[in-house]
């Protein structure tokens, strides 16, 4: 059952407590009730894409289905807007797909419970900058880092409409957490010579021309101080740096970060069948959430990052 392997470590407020379990509903729905989805699970793949639009609905928020077209099968990033006083946009993402074989809780059943969490807090507010939550499709092979991945025909057609994303925020595999010994590697030793080997803290990572968000996204995470953080802005070519839809906006030209658990430099079951709910701390994951609200929030209400 979902919700198993929540830590007794992290003392979370009222709020918190909710929004913990907002995130046990919504991860148990992408991952149990509606399993692997992908288009060789294109009913399953569609019944996402439906639960994540009625889920922003009953927050009161108008979707818009962003479409394109994958081997004759018609797929949908879900997108909703809080518009706001400036032209900027700050863009929170997480794609719905999982990868062939797994149903994908933590991969990326927590992106998508967070982005669906976090559109319910903004719902009511009135930013400076506009806010835009968008759940993104095929992020999986075989589609990943090709011009079919969902996130990257969107950003194309950003950049097309001339929209100013001041800020791209994907949340990419964000729920889980160890504090054993030596749980935490990296991608090369000499990253893992700077940066800790116990896995009970959240990443941010940019590349070199996001350096300035980056640094700004997690001062203003840190404020939270409940849940240790980590950042980096690295190239782009080592390996796990753009391993998600903050990629897609590099190419055209647009600042992204990635906020992750470091997915296969920690979580064992990383693309496995066994990528399944009760793998998941809630209480962290809900610290996550909670810090990123106050990262968006501060984003927003700024005239221009």
């Known amino acids: 059952m979902p919700g198993k392997n929540i830590s007794k470590a992290a003392a979370l407020s009222p709020a918190e407590t909710i929004l913990r ?3 046990i509903a919504d991860v148990r729905t992408l991952a149990a009730e509606i399993g692997e989805r992908n288009t060789p699970r294109y009913p399953q793949l569609n019944a996402a894409a439906e639960f994540i639009e009625s889920s922003f609905a ?4 108008r979707t818009r289905r962003d479409t394109y077209e994958v081997g004759g099968l018609p797929c949908h990033n879900i997108e909703v807007e809080i518009r706001g006083t400036s032209p900027q946009i700050v863009l929170i993402g997480a794609h719905y797909d999982s990868v062939f074989g797994a149903p994908g809780a933590n ?3 927590s992106g998508v419970a967070a982005v669906l969490a976090l559109a319910r807090r903004f719902a009511k507010k009135q930013p400076t900058q506009t806010l835009r939550f968008v759940a993104f499709v095929n992020e999986e092979p075989p589609y990943f880092q090709t011009t079919q991945m969902g996130s990257f025909v969107y950003a194309g057609r950003c950049k097309a409409r001339g929209d100013q994303i001041s800020a791209m925020i994907s949340l990419e595999t964000i729920g889980y957490f160890s504090d054993a010994p030596r749980s935490q590697t990296y991608p090369i030793p000499a990253i893992g010579a700077f940066y800790p080997r116990t896995g009970n803290f959240i990443g941010f990572v ?7 968000l980056l640094r700004r996204a997690i001062a203003l995470f840190r404020e939270q101080g409940k849940l240790p953080s980590e950042g980096a802005a690295l190239p782009s070519f080592i390996p796990g740096v753009a391993w998600s839809d903050q990629w897609s906006f590099w190419q055209h030209g647009y600042p992204g970060i990635m906020v992750t658990d ?3 430099f920690r979580y064992r079951h990383y693309h496995e069948p066994t990528d399944t709910p009760d793998k998941l701390d809630y209480n962290r994951f809900a610290l996550v959430v909670s810090g990123m609200e106050n990262v968006i929030e501060n984003l927003a209400a700024a005239p221009k990052l």
Do not use: C, K, Q, W
């Open 206 to 212: 940019g590349n070199l021309r996001s350096r300035a």
């Open 262 to 264: 470091t997915a296969p």
């Open 107 to 109: 991969d990326n059943g």
């Open 58 to 61: 009953r927050a009161g928020l």
């Open 21 to 23: 379990d907002e995130l």
